[in-house]
Nanobody, 115 residues
Framework: QVQLVESGGGLVQPGGSLRLSCAAS????????MGWYRQSPGKQRELVAT???????SYPDSVKGRFTISRDSAKNTLYLQIDNLKPEDTAVYFC?????????WGKGTLVTVSS
C-alpha cells in the first residue's frame, strides 16, 4: 500500500504562482506514470499533467505553458508548478500514481484563486 499526501495549496491572487507537492510513502521509482488531476465544484475530475518514469511529460492544452510537473526520486516527491494562476484554476488538486494496474490517489489540496 502506498500513501500519497499533497500539500502546497492555498489562496492566491490571479497571476500568482504556487508549487504543489505530493509526498509518497515509498519510492516513486516503481510508478510507471504519476500525475496531477483537479476537480472543481460540480465538475468532473480532470487530468492536468502527467510524467512517466522516463521523465516524459504531458499536459492538456488548457494548462500548457502554465503548469509544470516534475518528480524528485530522491525525495519520493511529485511536484506541480502552477504559474499565472487564473480564477478557473480554483479546484482541489489530487496526486495520482500508477503501478502497473493499480492506481493510488491522495486526498487532495485546495487551490483557490481570487482577488
Amino acid at each position: 500500500q502506498v500513501q500519497l499526501v499533497e500539500s502546497g495549496g492555498g489562496l492566491v491572487q490571479p497571476g500568482g504562482s504556487l508549487r504543489l507537492s505530493c509526498a509518497a510513502s515509498r519510492t516513486i521509482s516503481i510508478f510507471n506514470v504519476m500525475g496531477w488531476y483537479r476537480q472543481s465544484p460540480g465538475k468532473q475530475r480532470e487530468l492536468v499533467a502527467t510524467i512517466t518514469s522516463g521523465g516524459s511529460t504531458s499536459y492538456p492544452d488548457s494548462v500548457k505553458g502554465r503548469f509544470t510537473i516534475s518528480r524528485d526520486s530522491a525525495k519520493n516527491t511529485l511536484y506541480l508548478q502552477i504559474d499565472n494562476l487564473k480564477p478557473e484554476d480554483t479546484a482541489v488538486y489530487f496526486c495520482n500514481a500508477v503501478d502497473i494496474n493499480i492506481a493510488y490517489w491522495g486526498k487532495g489540496t485546495l487551490v483557490t484563486v481570487s482577488s
